[in-house]
């Protein structure tokens, strides 16, 4: 069966610091990754969504960026954290992309202070 | 282009009363249509999706949904609710056009006992 994993499960961060939050995907092959951002009482908000290793795309511009280094791993950065940053972060993955399924990993509570 | 509107950021039921959920989209193409809950700081987990079978879908949980093209619906219910119930509920829209999900605001399911 697969599984999705996302860590750290919570994250306290100064602004203007740096981020890297991690997802890695089990139990399948060449998933299609999503960052979401679920502000407090808001909607998700999809951030980055990748197909294959080294593409990404950006839905909204902001001082995020996400990599995939290798066929199951998505990784979500920033160079300098602004408050704005602080939110509930999810991960998911799918076989295919829109009419497919969309698995959540168990989120990323970062608070930036 | 597409879009999907939740009706109610609240509901509020009674244990053992029925459960609705409203949700109406829009959407260019032949949508594809989901449901998922949230229940605190945790990932989303589907409960139910509509893919141009069945206009009546049945998910997990007791929960359904029937999807209304004339009327661009796509609620969810229950005809009894438990107190496990209590979460956020997402409407999601997705159609052929690559990587794009929709999602609502959500709606917040309060049962009381």
């Known amino acids: 069966s697969q599984t999705i994993h996302q860590w750290p499960a919570t994250l306290v961060q100064p602004v203007g610091s740096p981020l890297s939050l991690e997802c890695t995907v089990e139990g399948t092959s060449n998933p299609n990754l999503y960052w979401y951002r679920q502000a407090a009482g808001r909607g998700l908000q999809l951030l980055f969504y990748s197909v294959g290793i080294g593409q990404i795309s950006s839905e909204v511009p902001q001082n995020l960026s996400a990599s995939r280094p290798q066929d199951r791993q998505f990784i979500l950065s920033s160079k300098k954290l602004l408050l704005s940053d602080s939110g509930f972060y999810l991960c998911?993955?799918?076989?295919?992309?829109?009419?497919?399924?969309?698995?959540f990993g168990p989120g990323t509570r970062l608070t930036v202070l | 282009a597409q879009s999907v509107t939740q009706l109610d950021s609240h509901v509020s039921v009674s244990e053992g009363t029925p459960v609705l959920l409203r949700c109406n989209y829009s959407s260019s193409y032949s949508p594809s249509l989901f449901w998922y809950v949230q229940h605190p700081n945790k990932g989303l987990q589907l409960l139910l999706k509509y893919t141009s079978a069945a206009t009546l879908v049945k998910g997990i949980n007791g929960f359904e949904a029937e999807f209304k093209k004339s009327e661009t619906s796509f609620h969810l219910t229950k005809p009894s609710a438990h107190m496990s119930d209590a979460a956020e509920y997402f409407c999601v829209v997705s159609n052929t056009n690559a990587g794009k999900s929709t999602f609502g605001d959500g709606t917040t399911l309060t049962v009381k006992p």
């Open positions: 998911a993955w799918s076989r295919g992309l829109a009419r497919d399924t969309q698995y």
